[in-house]
């Protein structure tokens, strides 16, 4: 069926009302009543739905500023996006100077970089809306920087592109600078895949998810996992929950960043 009219039947159908997932399926269902057609509309279709209910409902508050590393799909689910300076740091990384005074470039260029980096980090800790134009000037001198060396030059001229995602944390200094933390979570998951292939049952997926989940989260509390499952099989419970400890720390860093 043709696009334009599959979404103005499907407006009028859903105008006004609340639907689960099975019944937008039903009502997808009918607008493409052949199986074997319209599958990349009707996913695409089901994701706007997602995104769009996600967006209307109050029962938890939107997610305005998310931090990635430049994924096209997180830019539908959020008003702000922050880019990690870790994941634009690797492009320069990858660059292969073959003429060495290209590679003195390059290597200028990245001594620079994370300077620029390390001031930011300064200014989290202690930001004023003075600092922050002097830091936006600087982006604007570090990254209009011509090398002669046409990669490098390429490349300082995408990161220049990126100003406003590269330097959300100006406006919001409660953000991190980089999401390595979440990658290492999400290695660590595909890690364990490579070992143990993939499971059986429901039950072993929720298994195996909750056990990499508790790792994890142990992990970044500086939690030791074993000594936190014993304490909890055991019964002793001399351990706060894993769910305590991230109140207790949220509330340390909001105390710290009224100081």
């Known amino acids: 069926p043709n696009g334009k009219l599959v979404i103005l039947q ?76 870790v994941h634009d740091g690797r492009n320069y990384k990858k660059l292969r100077p073959v ?32 600092e922050a134009e002097v830091l936006s000037a600087e982006y604007d001198r570090l990254f209009s920087t011509k090398t002669g060396y046409p990669a490098l030059d390429e490349r300082i001229a995408k990161s220049k592109a990126k100003k406003s995602e590269l330097l959300m944390v100006l406006k919001h200094p409660e953000l991190p600078l980089h999401n390595n933390d979440a990658e290492l979570g999400a290695r660590a998951q595909v890690r364990k895949r490579d070992v143990s292939l993939h499971t059986m049952t ?43 400890l991230i109140k207790a720390k949220k509330f340390l860093e909001k105390d710290h960043d009224t100081d």
Request: hydrophobic residues 35%; glycine residues 6%; negative net charge.
């Open 99 to 130: 003429v060495p005074v290209h590679r003195e470039k390059l290597d200028d260029f990245r001594g620079k970089y994370w300077d620029y980096y390390r001031k930011l980090l300064e200014f989290k800790e202690n930001s004023s809306q003075e």
């Open 10 to 85: 499907l407006r009028e159908w859903v105008s006004g009302k609340v639907l689960d997932e099975t019944q937008m399926q039903q009502l997808l269902g009918d607008s493409f009543p052949d199986p074997g057609t319209g599958k990349i509309r009707r996913t695409r279709i089901m994701e706007a739905a997602a995104i769009a209910a996600y967006h209307q409902q109050t029962d938890f508050p939107i997610v305005e500023v998310l931090l990635s590393d430049d994924a096209p799909q997180y830019k539908l689910l959020i008003y702000l996006q922050a880019l990690c300076w």
């Open 202 to 244: 429901e039950d072993g997926t929720k298994a195996n998810d909750t056990f990499l989940t508790i790792g994890q989260t142990a992990k970044k509390l500086g939690v030791r996992v074993y000594e936190y499952i014993f304490d909890r099989v055991s019964e002793r419970f001399r351990i706060p929950s894993l769910a305590e």
